[in-house]
């Protein structure tokens, strides 16, 4: 039965009070932390001539980051749901910003392998911790426009983290007798340590914890979340244990359709800055300034492409139209290599899209799973995902040393992009209106 718009005005008013409890937040911490996952790209443009290293290693080192990601990062998950996403996310950022830090003291290529495995294995279930924290707050009919809100972090990071990176590498270069790049691993390796504290004294690890919500308020989200429990057993009968998640076969095709996005995020995220370099940008700051104007364009393109998914209630044909229009600005890079213009507006495109299909992407595996199911099955999606954010750096880096190209690896993961989002089309089942949509706007409320 249809809810009467009396009874959805408190309701809203209660889920936009722990929005602008929790979002914040989070929203900073997802900030920072893709900021550090990232600045080796900028780094990279000082760190391998000191170092006498060559792109195949930064490719590896970035890919080694999702290595150490994938071997810790179903233990995380579960464990966050026996400890709390207060001590979780405290371990998480203590350790990442302290490795972080710990890489400026990189001085072979063997050195940098080890912390970026490191760094990755402290990272481990940040990401998809949150997104399971948000199901203990959120049913699903609001969930699509607050991980919408949440994703908006990555454009907002690069927006931050480009411009912020080039002027640390020339401003601070030979400061103290340390290099750009390593006061840049410095400076923005610190801020995840002072989140990681704060988050031990300002979150909560669920609604019944929260001294901020009445009685009446908590009751009401809990109830919610049992109605979307139920209806979730009606319609799609999700697994309710560890064994049977490992078994359900749409949990590892799921996966296999975020391997080839995961490539393509990574093409995009660790990247950008050798290709604006390739095709002329030769200034730090003006590569930096480049990429915090993509990145504006990136937070524009995810709000009208998620208010459009919200509004329509649809999610695949969002996700795969996304995906195509990635493969096709990789495909059509080397066609601008002699044009800045063209370079940025294909990068435009490329990022827009596939953090477009990031964040559309969630709201598919998280409307067939809950409880320890989802914590099983986003962990699992998101650790076969960083095989191909291990892969992708690292492919891009071999293909450019042995073929000179920086392009032969991105046509690679074009190729596998439009191989997932056939795959998703053919085999994901269309899942139904009511249960994934989400409130409409999908950020500006």
């Known amino acids: 039965m249809m809810q009467r718009s009396s009874d959805l005005a408190p309701e809203d008013a209660i889920y936009r009070k722990i929005a602008r409890r929790i979002v914040p937040f989070l929203f900073m911490c997802y900030v920072v932390n893709f900021i550090d996952r990232v600045n080796i790209g900028f780094a990279k443009l000082q760190f391998l001539q000191d170092l006498k290293l060559d792109d195949a290693v930064f490719g590896l080192a970035a890919g080694m980051f999702f290595v150490g990601y994938l071997v810790f990062e179903i233990p995380s998950n579960l464990l966050l749901e026996k400890v709390g996403v207060r001590k979780t996310l405290l371990r998480i950022m203590v350790l990442w910003g302290s490795l972080t830090v710990l890489l400026m003291f990189v001085k072979s290529a063997n050195m940098l392998y080890l912390l970026r495995f490191l760094l990755g294995a402290a990272e481990a279930g940040f990401f998809p911790g949150i997104i399971l924290y948000l199901t203990y707050w959120f ?99 999700p697994p309710a244990r560890l064994a049977d998640v490992l078994r359900n076969p749409r949990i590892y095709l799921l996966s296999a359709i975020y391997f080839c996005v995961f490539m393509g995020l990574n093409a995009i995220g660790f990247w950008i800055p050798t290709l604006l370099r390739h095709v002329g940008v030769q200034q730090l700051d003006h590569i930096g300034w480049l990429s915090g104007g993509i990145s504006v364009c990136t937070a524009i393109g995810i709000v009208a492409i998620g208010h459009s998914s919200d509004r329509r209630a649809e999610r695949r044909w969002h ?100 191989a997932g989002m056939i795959a998703l089309l053919w085999a994901v089942p269309a899942p139904q209106s009511k249960t994934l949509g989400a409130v409409r706007a999908a950020v500006s409320k």
């Open 319 to 418: 996700v795969a139209g996304c995906g195509f229009a990635v493969a096709a600005s990789f495909l059509l890079l080397p066609l601008a290599a002699h044009s800045v213009p063209f370079t940025v507006a294909l990068l435009v495109v490329a990022s827009i899209c596939i953090y477009a299909t990031l964040s559309i992407f969630w709201t598919i595996p998280t409307a067939y799973l809950d409880g320890g199911a989802a914590a099983a099955g986003i962990a699992t999606i998101t650790a076969i995902g960083a095989i191909g954010g291990a892969v992708s750096p690292s492919l891009i880096g071999m293909l450019k040393t042995q073929t000179g190209s920086v392009y032969a690896g991105f046509a690679v993961v074009a190729v596998l992009l439009i």
């Open 139 to 237: 049913p699903d009919r609001h969930r699509g426009r607050i991980t919408s809100l949440f994703i908006m972090a990555v454009p907002l990071a690069g927006i931050i983290g480009g411009p912020l990176s080039g002027w640390i590498m020339v401003h601070f270069h030979d400061t103290l007798g340390l290099r750009g790049w390593q006061w840049l691993f410095l400076i923005e390796g610190v801020p995840a340590i002072a989140l990681g504290i704060m988050a031990l004294l300002y979150l909560d690890d669920r609604p019944a914890n929260a001294n901020w919500l009445s009685d009446a308020e908590k009751a009401q989200v809990s109830a919610a979340l049992e109605a979307d429990r139920k209806q979730r057993g009606v319609h799609h009968a």
